[in-house]
């Protein structure tokens, strides 16, 4: 069974730079999540996806992250403006709940 | 406010020991536990989970251990082999999205 796929792996922007993260989720599963960890810590739920609807979007910063899902399947995140502090591996996850299934992660620096 | 930690920030064991990483959970409304093994460069990987029905689960050399009266979750990992070098992240949920604990890096001395 092929897992969380997301790209890119890596990303290096500077700041004030738009950027743009991409997941594909195990085949089947309707609920995307994307968690943000800052390294030495856990991740953290940015937003959670039932089918195309958003389910949980409170700790999304809205003024500079927006997500969607169109046709419930694939997702993106982006952010514009980067900052500093949004240095982080952004990860992917889905779940035929409650198990959750994580992609690989893209490491974002921004300079 | 309620979180999921861990007491110890890292652990190292001789391979083939045992290894025992502990985690305190302090919402007593959570229902479900998981555990997670993340690899340097990797997503975390789940390991084993447990509902709060059950005080015990075992995997294939993992046991998971739930004492609801402490709040307490520990994973067990026998013969701890090199590959189980990583960092551990337990995790808890109550009808809300998983909430994950900063997580303990286990060093395995060959």
């Known amino acids: 069974e092929a897992g969380v796929a997301q790209s890119p792996r890596y990303k290096i922007i500077e700041k004030r730079q738009s950027v743009a993260f991409w997941c594909n989720p195990i085949s089947g599963h309707a609920t995307l999540y994307w968690y943000q960890q800052i390294l030495g810590q856990g991740p953290k739920l940015l937003i959670q996806?039932?089918?195309?609807?958003?389910?949980?979007d409170s700790q999304l910063p809205k003024d500079r992250f927006s997500a969607e899902r169109l046709k419930g399947v694939d997702s993106t995140l982006k952010i514009q403006p980067a900052k500093l502090e949004d240095s982080a591996v952004y990860l992917c996850?889905?779940?035929?709940?409650?198990?959750?299934?994580f992609g690989p992660g893209t490491r974002l620096t921004v300079l | 406010g309620e979180s999921v930690g861990l007491h110890l920030p890292t652990l190292s064991v001789q391979e083939g020991d045992n290894s025992i990483i502990n985690c305190a959970y302090s919402n007593s409304a959570s229902d479900y536990f998981i555990w997670y093994k993340q690899e340097s460069g990797k997503g975390p990987q789940f390991i084993i989970d447990?509902?709060?029905?059950?005080d015990k689960r075992q995997g294939q050399r993992v046991t998971v251990l739930l004492n609801k009266t402490v709040k307490h979750l520990s994973l067990q990992i026998a013969a701890t082999q090199p590959g189980d070098s990583a960092v551990y992240f337990c995790a808890e949920s109550g009808n809300t999205p998983l909430v994950f604990g900063k997580g303990t890096r286990l060093s395995v001395i060959a």
């Open positions: 447990i509902r709060s029905n059950m």
């Open positions: 996850a889905s779940s035929h709940l409650p198990k959750q299934f």
């Open positions: 996806f039932q089918n195309n609807g958003v389910v949980d």
